[in-house]
């Protein structure tokens, strides 16, 4: 809970391996022990997103168990604050995106631009900033922490820390995620979170990272927690630049054209 400035969040670690009905109710029971915080961050389950992509479930049933399952999140304990949920995929035509969403308000607050069947994907260039409280975060999905420009967005958005959603659906090394974490966290001077889970078909860690690099906690088991961390708004402000911002948009957009993604 938010005291003199300072903001407390809860990152869930869940078995994401599961369907939309075993993961919800694991949820809930975790989330009844979980104290009074301001915002909860709660990687979703990859199973079903894994069963549209293989055509063992159609788009239609997939985005409809979705909502349902967010409306569910949006009716958390009272204690769990805002919660940020995702990546959950949505398609506009023939374009489809990975998206991270505020449960309560049903309102997309990041996303991310994918082809799926091989993997490939790209940071949209849009805001991915939200306010909670006096603290500032900015959220991606998947692989967006291994490139540094998307994290010198955040960085020149003004983001007091970076909290990526990374649940075990690409085959990305543990190992390399804490490193690059740790390396971005120096990089930019910004807290850097990383929301992970596990499934049978493989884990992704769930890291807290100091803006100094320093590790916070770090968590690699299949075991379901929550984790707290409070954070202090830092002096992050003062590197809000809205001409570099610009840049790195562009940078971002042009690295995209080059794989096909706009």
Known sequence: METQGTVTLA?????????????LRELTELSRGVRQVDASVVPLTV?????????????TSYRRSVRALLERLATLQSSSGRVFA?????????????????AVTGQEVARKVVKLNPYCGGYTGRSPLVNVGS???CLTVLDDILYPEVVRYCTYSGADVMIGMVPPLLDLDPEVLVATSR????????????????????TTPTVLVRSDGRPVDLSTEERSEVVYVSIAPSSGRTREDPELRKLYVEIVRELNKRVGLT
């Open 11 to 23: 990152v869930y670690r869940l078995n994401l391996g599961t369907g939309f009905r075993e993961f």
């Open 47 to 59: 199973k079903p997103l894994r069963d549209l992509v293989t055509g063992r479930k159609s788009y």
């Open 183 to 202: 390396t971005r966290a120096v990089e930019n001077r910004i807290h850097v979170i990383v929301a992970g889970g596990y499934s049978e078909g493989g």
């Open 135 to 137: 603290l500032r975060i």
């Open 86 to 102: 995702g990546p959950a995929l949505v398609k506009f035509g023939n374009a489809s995106f990975l998206s991270v969403v505020d």
